[in-house]
């Protein structure tokens, strides 16, 4: 189940508009110095209407948008593409994949914000990767973006097969491997 595009749309027009919120408070910033005065004027609208969400909403869009910006390229290019194929839909259709998103675990939901590839993987991996500790997330996305789909298919089955109290010890030793070897590590764990 992929999520709405327009919802992923929202959160990045929310952190676009952080980003611009940061730069108001800047002094002398040439692009803020170029806007007309209408120009301005929008932008302060905007940036009070930012101010007025909820901080639960203003948190969820920022982790939205820092989500969108880790990204790779060719991934935010797809899901752009979903959002154009999402708004051809009938509205019916729409509110349909709304639903069966909102139906989704909260854990399994947010996993999509890893992106098209990572998050459809991500209900099989999840088990092993919904506790990571702050620290290790940044090297442990990258490894699993450097995988390929049979690694990632063989890693699925690992995190089934580990028992909880032992998920940490399975997540630094795939970091140990050699990144060119992680594939055939995982192939070997899997498939003796």
């Given at each position: 189940m992929r999520p709405e595009p327009r919802r992923i749309a929202r959160a990045l027009a929310a952190v676009g508009l952080l980003a611009l919120c940061v730069?108001?408070?800047?002094?002398?910033?040439p692009r803020l110095a170029a806007l007309t005065p209408a120009q301005s004027e929008a932008l302060q609208r905007?940036?009070?209407?930012?101010?007025?969400?909820?901080?639960?909403?203003?948190?969820?869009?920022?982790?939205?948008?820092?989500a969108w910006r880790a990204l790779p390229a060719e991934e935010r290019q797809r899901m752009r593409?979903?959002?154009e194929a999402w708004r051809a839909l009938p509205v019916a259709e729409q509110q349909a994949l709304r639903a069966r998103f909102d139906m989704l675990d909260a854990g399994i939901a947010r996993?999509?914000?890893?992106?098209?590839?990572l998050g459809a993987d991500w209900p099989r991996l999840h088990a092993l990767f919904a506790q990571v500790?702050?620290?290790?997330?940044?090297?442990?996305?990258e490894a699993l973006r450097a995988l390929p789909v049979q690694a990632r298919d063989d890693l699925a089955v690992l995190a089934q097969r580990t028992p909880p109290q032992d998920r940490?010890?399975?997540?630094?030793?795939?970091?140990?491997?050699?990144?060119?070897?992680?594939?055939?590590?995982?192939?070997?764990?899997?498939?003796?």
């Amino acid at each position: 189940m992929r999520p709405e595009p327009r919802r992923i749309a929202r959160a990045l027009a929310a952190v676009g508009l952080l980003a611009l919120c940061v730069a108001v408070a800047q002094p002398r910033n040439p692009r803020l110095a170029a806007l007309t005065p209408a120009q301005s004027e929008a932008l302060q609208r905007r940036v009070q209407a930012w101010e007025a969400l909820p901080e639960a909403l203003r948190r969820e869009r920022r982790e939205a948008w820092q989500a969108w910006r880790a990204l790779p390229a060719e991934e935010r290019q797809r899901m752009r593409a979903a959002r154009e194929a999402w708004r051809a839909l009938p509205v019916a259709e729409q509110q349909a994949l709304r639903a069966r998103f909102d139906m989704l675990d909260a854990g399994i939901a947010r996993g999509w914000l890893l992106g098209p590839v990572l998050g459809a993987d991500w209900p099989r991996l999840h088990a092993l990767f919904a506790q990571v500790p702050p620290q290790e997330r940044e090297a442990l996305l990258e490894a699993l973006r450097a995988l390929p789909v049979q690694a990632r298919d063989d890693l699925a089955v690992l995190a089934q097969r580990t028992p909880p109290q032992d998920r940490d010890a399975l997540r630094a030793t795939l970091l140990a491997q050699p990144p060119a070897q992680r594939a055939q590590w995982l192939r070997s764990r899997v498939d003796p």
